[in-house]
């Protein structure tokens, strides 16, 4: 496989991103802010069409499959560093073989690429070093959930593989499935077809089920349902806590936006929270209030973004917009209102040790419990702030203790955090203080602090303090 490397000179690149960002703030806008741009040298970022699985999240780290919609002369996996969103970074472009792309699959600290003919590509996500094989997973792929994977096996077989090991990817069992399948989509432990649905919640026997379905889901997010009704142009939102018989939320007329021209959702939508997000082909990005879905309200978005045409991810209040015409990633905040969260957080439980040896590990412990309306999780925002630690005493870099990708707190639900220590090198009398947070939102909760002393050698016992 062959790895490119990019270079660019620092005074052009720190140019362009102020002029685009200084062209940005000056468009009509409504709760979005520009937060940083990043050209992309050697005319990367090809084919971007706004579908669905074109570019995904994980961590601080955000691959892009650069290649859907048609077969082009260079197709990509390109993986960028967003740790800080105010200053992305490319670390990889990994050339793949030429075909027609349809969408990828992440796990594990790999890409599985779904494609139209061949064997389908696996490509190992390493930032210094990413390579490319083909695995023995059939073509079509339907969708994920977690470590297990959909695949439609022609003809009319349905099967669940493990890609716990995306590497060695194995076949867990397969179901009959009508020719074709039409509309499929996955949330949760269920497949959702044309008539049917599969629910595989016991992998090893999943059911086949015949059902009420006759929509196109866009995107599933728990047991709500999204999509959109090209025929009269709406946003549709569907209950499928039941999912033999979905129930309808409400729908919203795209056509009573007038600013935006009535071009419907065209290219991409994100779901934050209570929040959805959508660019369509006018480049306009634009807010809708999902707080109660029996009544979605528009809360306004962003105009013609400058130079915007092609895919869209978010999370945390960022969008993530990719234009395939210019070569740009460009990151914007939405900085409106976010109607029906509510941030809450009580304190259950907390331990640390009162000293802890210069050089030594140590862990202290604190247990939350989630009393606000959002559920916490990694990928959703929500972790432990490390408000103030003049010692250095929480041990890593990051500021934040993470709730792991996969976990999620429920409110109502407790959550217990454990905080690594370190020993600093210096002796003394030191006070860590830590709060939750929603990344880019706000801090909420009780500040939870405790005093550690830094000795050669001491006793372990526990002197917590609660601040309001």
Known sequence: MKRLHFCAGALIFALMCSQA?????????????????????????????????QAVIKGNRLYVLDGVGYSQTSD??????????????????????????????????????????????????????????????PAEILGQSD????????PGRVQFWDITNPA?????????????????????????????????????????IEANISADYYLI???????????????????????????????????????????????????????????????????????NPGSPDFVRGYRRIPNIYGAIVGQN??????????????????????????????????????????????TASVTLRNSGSSAWGGTLGYDLNVNSDPGNIVAGTSQHIAIPDGVTVQPGQQYTFQVPLLGPATTGHYTVQLQMIHQFVTKFGPVVSFDIDVVSAGNSVQNWALFD
């Open 168 to 208: 060695a990817a194995y076949k867990i069992s397969s179901k009959s499935a009508p020719i074709p399948v039409q509309y499929p989509t996955v949330g949760g432990s269920v497949l959702y077809i044309k008539d049917f649905v599969y629910d595989f919640s016991d992998v090893h026997n999943p059911k086949k």
């Open 317 to 362: 209040s960022l969008v993530y917009l990719f234009d395939s015409m210019n070569q740009t990633l460009a990151v914007y905040r939405y900085t409106g209102p976010r109607p029906g969260l509510v941030h809450g957080a009580s304190l259950v439980n907390t331990s640390s040790p009162a000293s802890i040896q210069t050089g030594k590990s140590g």
């Open 76 to 137: 990509f996996v390109h993986g960028f560093d967003i740790s800080d969103p105010a200053a992305p970074r490319l670390l990889f472009s990994c050339q793949l073989p030429n075909d027609y792309y349809k969408a990828m699959y992440v796990n594990n600290g790999y890409a599985i690429l779904s494609r139209i003919s061949g064997a389908n590509i696996l490509v190992r996500l390493d930032d210094a070093n990413p390579t490319t094989q083909t695995t023995t997973i």
């Open 147 to 154: 470590s297990i994977l959909v695949v439609n096996d022609t």
């Open 221 to 291: 997010m728990g047991s709500t349902g999204y999509y959109y009704d090209n025929t009269y142009n709406l946003l549709v939102i569907d209950d499928l806590s039941n999912p033999v018989s979905p129930r309808r939320l409400g729908t919203y007329v795209l056509g009573e936006i007038q600013e935006y021209n009535n071009a419907g959702i065209e290219t991409s939508l994100v779901i934050d929270g209570s929040l959805a997000f959508f660019l369509n082909i006018n480049a306009d990005l634009y807010a809708f209030d999902l707080s």
């Open 21 to 53: 960002l200084a062209q940005a703030a000056s468009q009509f806008s409504y709760n979005f802010e520009p937060v940083s741009f990043l050209r992309m040298p050697g005319g990367a970022l090809n084919s971007l069409e706004g579908k669905n699985g």
